[in-house]
């Protein structure tokens, strides 16, 4: 089976930065290593960022419900190191795509930014990805999100989740929940 590997948000904001989520770092720690094990499972990894500008909608001081995090081009956008470094040094294409780029759009979900969303749709149709495995920071948020696009997009059997590396700012309750649910 042609399968992606896409891991939602891994930076370094959210690991411990300004908005971390609790158990990130031992997360991504054993993301990177499960990269490295399964360096054959997958024929493509996509990597979401959250790259806002300076001035981003969400950001408290802008009227928004987050602290001011991953900004473009700063160190809290970065990629987790660790999962920088598996992701390529394992065969297969590696993309990174961008969402919450514009200051007066909050895009949660990698399918909310449109190009993003089209770069990531062409990978899946001309790669002929049959499964996509998802996980990443947080769980409960982007991930949840893009989750529920995705499968509005090309339907629950095309998605699996990976727990383990979800951590969730709720510790884990609303994306167990979601996990459930595609599996009834």
């Known amino acids: 089976m042609r399968r992606l590997l896409l891991i939602i948000d891994p930076q370094m904001?959210?690991?411990d930065g300004s908005l971390p989520v609790p158990g990130a770092a031992a997360c991504m720690e054993a993301l990177a290593e499960y990269i490295r094990n399964a360096k054959d499972n997958y024929v493509c990894k996509a990597v979401t960022t959250d790259w806002h500008p300076y001035n981003h909608c969400s950001f408290a001081e802008q009227g928004g419900g987050w602290p001011m995090h991953c900004v473009q081009n700063s160190s809290g956008a970065a990629v987790f190191p660790a999962v920088l470094e598996a992701l390529y040094s394992t065969p297969g294409k590696v993309m990174i795509l961008r969402k919450g780029v514009r200051?007066?759009?909050e895009e949660y979900s990698i399918f909310k930014n449109r190009r993003s969303s089209i770069q990531l749709d062409n990978v899946?149709?001309?790669m002929k990805i049959e499964g996509i495995d998802i996980c990443g920071i947080?769980?409960?948020v982007c991930l949840l999100n893009t989750l529920k696009d995705g499968i509005e997009l090309y339907g629950a059997g095309m998605f699996r989740v990976l727990p383990r590396f979800s951590p969730s700012l709720d510790g884990g309750v609303l994306l167990n929940n979601a996990i459930k649910s595609l599996s009834e």
Do not use: S, Y
Request: hydrophobic share 35%.
């Open 13 to 15: 904001d959210f690991i």
């Open 103 to 105: 200051k007066r759009t």
């Open 124 to 126: 899946i149709r001309n």
């Open 138 to 140: 947080a769980g409960d």
